[in-house]
């Protein structure tokens, strides 16, 4: 167990939708990233925020934001969903920017 | 642009075997690099990692990974599988633990036969 935790394990939902995923970080970390495993397209970083902050930015879609809360935790909004949206989304966190990053189990989302 | 090169899609190794797994990467700074395991179903667990020092590195489950500069290199070793090795293998590079955020090759499906 990483102590990461991702919330919903799965989800699926309809085109056009919109869906949160949320992420709690492991005690004491302040960066959380995000990143969106699929098969054609590999481990893609989104985005990462240090303490409330956007930190960085990857491949993330305009359709995609996100947001750190003050308690750390984090969500991953994606809205009007596509069939190529289906894919694992996986949260990590650390402690800082210079250090190692800790996965949850990701969270399934399917697009039909 | 940074990026990772796991050359090898699939590996099957014998059970007891020793094991090799390859990752190039390309990186304009002195790089951070990682080795994920991810079973089927599962997140991704740290290996090791490399930050600086001893280019040899020691990690979890018998693991290890050696930095290699001037190949741009830094493949992961194991002298002996087992049957729980079976899983995906990342290879990651990025500035420290993700600032900017890591980048990952395409992964390594190891097969372990009995």
């Known amino acids: 167990d990483s102590g990461v935790t991702q919330t919903p394990k799965h989800l699926i939902t309809a085109t056009g939708q919109r869906v949160t995923l949320r992420c709690s970080p492991r005690?004491?970390?302040?960066?959380v990233y995000w990143y969106q495993q699929s098969l054609d397209q590999g481990l893609q970083f989104l985005i990462q925020y240090y303490n409330g902050e956007e930190r960085a930015k990857g491949n993330i879609l305009e359709r995609f934001s996100a947001q750190q809360f003050p308690d750390l935790h984090s969500e991953l909004n994606l809205s009007s969903l596509e069939l190529g949206d289906s894919a694992l989304y996986f949260c990590?966190?650390?402690?800082?920017?210079?250090?190692?990053?800790?996965f949850g189990q990701g969270t399934r989302l399917t697009v039909v | 642009a940074q990026s990772v090169t796991q050359p090898d899609i699939h590996i099957t190794v014998s059970e007891g075997a020793s094991l090799e797994l390859r990752c190039n990467y390309s990186?304009?700074?002195?790089?951070?690099l990682f080795w994920y395991v991810q079973s089927p179903g599962q997140g991704l667990q740290l290996l090791l990692k490399?930050?600086?020092?001893?280019?040899l590195v020691q990690g979890i489950k018998g693991f290890e990974a050696e930095f290699k500069r001037s190949q741009s290199s830094f493949n992961l070793r194991k002298p002996s599988v087992h049957w729980s090795d079976a899983a995906e293998y990342f290879c990651?590079?990025?500035?420290?633990?993700?600032?900017?955020?890591?980048?990952f090759g395409k992964g390594t499906h190891l097969i372990i036969q009995p």
């Open positions: 490399y930050f600086s020092g001893d280019t």
């Open positions: 990186y304009g700074a002195t790089p951070y």
């Open positions: 990651a590079v990025g500035p420290g633990g993700g600032a900017d955020g890591l980048t």
């Open positions: 005690s004491g970390d302040l960066s």
């Open positions: 990590a966190s650390s402690v800082g920017g210079t250090t190692e990053a800790f």
